[in-house]
């Protein structure tokens, strides 16, 4: 004998109420369909992006190899032109030195020629007009030598030395760089028609807790960007975080004083302004890694990317600097009527990349 056990059904609805009707089921169908043509184009546009990077990143391969060509054909040049120079100068100051070291031999030859003399006419007791004229001769002589040697009396080694006119160098300079152009951005440009206005609308919202164990201040979170991979990283207080896609902490790294603002530098770095400096933070296998800084002359309170190029606020000016540190832009907005009177915030409009400062409103 076989016994069935079954769980009472909470509620019991009849097929015949659960059956479509075929007006339902016609726009069930068409709903599917315009969802599957939606995903069709969507999937079309990631296809033709994957050609579009791999189209891009070819040309941008042989610009650099290219400039890499250009490069090596002007440090050849500048060589040629320098060794030429080098050469130039060696044998001037060749010239130069084998005729003084010519002027002490002979010197040295006709003083012992003329000592020796002196020597054989003592001792064959020459007559003393003969002897008069030797010692006026040594005399004549012991002048010039003892101008010769008043003119050198101060010894010094002769050597090149390199002496840089025009700044620190290009090798200080190539070795400083990021690289053989000033960065390589990703360029996204709206390929569909939208309202660059549209307006977003919060759906819901769940609490989550960034806290963790070393954690001694509550949670000030002053800055927030999202990775390539939808990970986020979050400026809390003086501690940089990285958030998984469960939102939950798997790094941090620690910073010198409080985290004023970030933005996103590639899909996997971030600037950091703390203090006078901006640092970048990598993401590097799950980990948090500070790849270099940039150590400024103002306090950085705010900090935009665009193009390859930062926008930094001081609390009351905005400036704008290269990515390796270089200042393009000496105080393109300043307001003193108070401090923090700019604040940390810079947008830019992506149909022209115009960038907006925006000063706090009372």
Not at 46 to 58: A, F, G, R
Not at 205 to 210: D, F, L, R, W, Y
Not at 265 to 283: E, R
Request: proline content about 2%; glycine content about 4%.
């Amino acid at each position: 004998m076989i016994f069935l056990h079954f769980r009472q059904c909470s509620k019991v609805n009849l097929i015949a109420d659960t059956t479509l009707s075929a007006k339902d089921h016609q726009q069930l169908s068409v709903k599917i369909n315009s969802i599957l043509d939606q995903l069709m184009k969507l999937q079309t546009n990631w296809e033709s992006n994957i050609k579009s990077l791999q189209v891009s990143y070819e040309e941008r391969l042989n610009e650099v190899r290219s400039m890499r060509e250009r490069i090596n054909a002007t440090l050849d040049k500048l060589e040629k032109v320098t060794l030429k120079e080098l050469d130039e100068l060696k044998a001037s100051w060749n010239v130069s030195l084998k005729f003084d070291v010519d002027t002490c031999s002979r010197l040295r030859t006709e003083l012992t020629r003329l000592s020796d003399a002196m020597l054989e006419i003592g001792k064959k007791n020459e007559e003393l007009a003969f002897i008069g004229l030797a010692h006026q001769k040594s005399e004549e002589m012991i002048k010039q030598v003892d101008t010769y040697l008043k003119n050198n009396s101060i010894q010094t080694e002769v050597s090149l030395k390199r002496i840089d006119y025009n700044g620190p160098g290009i090798e200080w300079y190539l070795s400083s760089a990021v690289g053989l152009v000033n960065t390589i951005h990703i360029s996204k440009e709206l390929t569909m028609q939208g309202s660059p206005d549209q307006a977003f609308t919060v759906t819901g919202a769940t609490p989550v807790s960034v806290r963790i164990n070393s954690d001694t201040s509550d949670c000030c979170i002053t800055g927030i960007c999202g990775l390539f991979n939808g990970q986020l990283v979050v400026a809390d207080n003086e501690r940089l975080k990285l958030l998984d896609l469960q939102y939950k902490v798997i790094s941090d790294c620690h910073m010198p004083d409080l985290i004023w603002d970030m933005c996103l530098i590639t899909p996997c770095q971030v600037a950091v302004a703390v203090n006078k400096h901006i640092k970048f933070v990598s993401v590097n296998n799950g980990q948090l890694v500070i790849d270099r800084e940039l150590q400024l002359s103002h306090e950085c309170r705010g900090v935009a990317y665009n193009q390859g190029e930062l926008y930094v606020t001081s609390g009351n000016a905005l400036y704008k600097y290269t990515i390796v540190g270089t200042l393009v832009n000496y105080k393109m907005f300043e307001d003193t009527s108070s401090y923090m009177a700019g604040n940390q915030h810079e947008y830019y409009y992506p149909d022209n990349y115009q960038m907006y400062h925006q000063s706090n409103i009372s």
